[in-house]
DNA sequence: CTTGACCTATGATCTAGATCTAAGGTTTAT
DNA sequence: ATAAACCTTAGATCTAGATCATAGGTCAAG
């Protein structure tokens, strides 16, 4: 059992951080001392590092909230609705994935460039990385 | 050339995020009409779809700021500092591409155990999904 | 039994990012 | 030449997320 403090420690976040996640319904703590504290089990710091994680690749709380919500239960016939909003979930991650996908190619390409190659660009930006690799992608270039 | 509106509109934003933009050196119109009316070029659009993807993929405007500032210049000296810059942001989109494919991995886990196959889990959430494939990372199951 | 480090609750403050308000100038169409 | 639809500026407001401030209860050590 950990107290508020303990745990916020052991995850590197301020307490009330742990009281505002509280109060929005993220994370509750499993029980609470005689004296009112909050004790917070070994489940109870696993659910926390899954928010830190999933806030840490741009879901928001609200998002986080949703996710954690999800209980795969056969015996549970609102399985459509989870499953409606997992692939959401994923549709999402992936949309995301592609995009970083996108991004790394760019920097990789620049870091090359820079410093590297003796004979590669003279004069290189993340625009023109990223472009190079996205023209089959939106834009039409109507130059003539 | 666009005017402000017909940018905002191209690019579904809104009028004052664009002068939030300009005001916070992300994108400045690259001239001005007769009259004070902000002019976009083409160019200048294509900043605008890359801060907007950057944002999406969780850059924050500051972020945003300094991979725009990239100029890989082989007449530069400053050559060593851009790539400590751009290994940097790379460093940090491959954390990011990490920890979402772990994402993926439990989402589509999720996905399938869901209406999908007759037997699969009986009870299943995103943690659990998670956990399964996350063993070697951090926590020590000591049940027995 | 009191000091200091912790905890409680409520409500205010801060930041980033975006949008809105107010007071007025510009352009286009009638 | 005037209404509608744009544009300008400066500054206020809003949201999400987090942290701080205040006033007080709890607890271990001296």
């Keep these: 059992m950990y107290r508020i403090g303990e745990l916020a420690k052991a995850c590197d976040i ?6 505002f996640y509280e109060k929005n319904a993220l994370l509750s703590p499993s029980s609470r001392s005689e004296s009112g504290y909050r004790l917070y089990t070994e489940k109870d710091k696993e659910i926390l590092q899954f928010i830190l994680r999933a806030k840490g690749v741009g879901f ?3 998002e986080i909230r949703e996710l954690l919500s999800i209980e795969v239960n056969k015996a549970d016939n609102a399985c459509a609705d989870v499953k409606i909003l997992v692939d959401t979930k994923l549709a999402d991650v992936e949309r995301k994935l592609a995009e970083l996908t996108r991004f790394q190619t760019s920097l990789k390409r620049l870091s090359d460039a820079c410093c590297g190659g003796e004979e590669s660009a003279e004069h290189c930006t993340i625009l ?3 472009e190079s690799n996205t023209n089959n992608v939106r834009h ?3 130059h003539d």
Excluded: S, Y
């Design 128 to 130: 023109e990385a990223l």
């Design 140 to 142: 039409e270039h109507h």
């Design 14 to 19: 301020n307490n009330d951080t742990l009281r």
């Design 60 to 62: 928001t709380l609200a």
